[in-house]
């Protein structure tokens, strides 16, 4: 039985919408290559009825859009990829499916903030600062900074806070102590050890299984904020 999307009450028609595009594919590349060549087949990913307003024969597929991905593990690329773009034609909003391996709102992949994250506890580790420590350890064109590093690190945080009870029902977050005076390295370092996800493993293809299985169930992302759970600008 397929899930339902899950979707907050969005108001009047020409609100832009995101979901997560749920996938098997390696790196954003392979979906890359897989989108230019017509062989992903979005319309029985989302089913015969619209995910926004439930109809049938409703949504159709519009012009697409690209916006640029960048990786830096195993090394920096930097490329434009392609988003499916969807018309619901009963309330006139567009909605998009982002691949799980991007972040709403960023540019660099989920496997480039979270390995960037990992160099940081390294770091840490080793009795130097976590965020310059990260940024010294990455490619020099990447133009990651410190204060990105530490942006990175409040929305994954916020992000497993976030998804905690439903983590909860795969993994035991018993051991998780939830900092009262914000988001830190230990927290996040925590979180990754329950997972079995660390730095000195093949963690790429464990996050990416930790993506697809949260996703899969929920229907959201696991880290950022997507168009329509952000605040309507007045």
């Known amino acids: 039985m397929r899930k339902p999307w899950t979707l907050p009450p969005c108001g009047q028609g ?3 919408i995101q979901f997560p595009y749920v996938n098997n594919f390696e790196t954003i590349w392979e979906y890359k290559k897989a989108f230019s060549l017509g062989r992903i087949d979005f ?3 989302i089913g015969p009825a619209c995910p926004i307003c439930g109809n049938l024969d409703c949504y159709k597929e519009i012009e697409d859009y690209w916006r640029y991905a960048i990786d ?3 090394e ?3 490329d434009p990829v392609p988003i499916a773009r969807f018309l619901c034609q009963t309330r006139r909003s567009t909605f998009s499916l982002l691949p799980i391996q991007l972040i709403p709102y960023f540019q660099y992949t989920v496997n480039a903030v979270i390995g960037t994250l990992f160099l940081g506890v390294s770091c840490r580790r080793m009795g130097q600062t976590g965020f310059c420590g990260a940024e010294a350890s990455v490619d020099p064109e990447s133009n990651v900074t410190a204060w990105l590093v530490i942006c990175w690190l409040m929305i994954v945080v916020t ?3 976030r998804s905690h009870a439903e983590l909860m029902r795969v993994y035991d977050l018993g051991c998780i102590q939830i ?7 230990q927290e ?3 979180y990754f050890v329950v997972f079995g996800i660390a730095p000195e493993t093949k963690w790429r293809p464990l996050l990416h299984a930790l993506l ?7 229907k959201l992302f696991l880290f950022g904020t997507p168009s329509q759970s952000r605040l309507a600008k007045v």
């Not at 900092?179 to 390295?185: E, F, H």
């Open 212 to 218: 697809y299985r949260y996703s899969h169930t929920t």
């Open 179 to 185: 900092s009262g005076t914000g988001v830190t390295w």
């Open 159 to 161: 992000g497993l806070r």
């Open 14 to 16: 020409g609100r832009k």
């Open 188 to 190: 996040f370092a925590d």
């Open 43 to 45: 319309f029985d990913y």
């Open 76 to 78: 920096f690329m930097k």
């Open 72 to 74: 830096l593990f195993p």
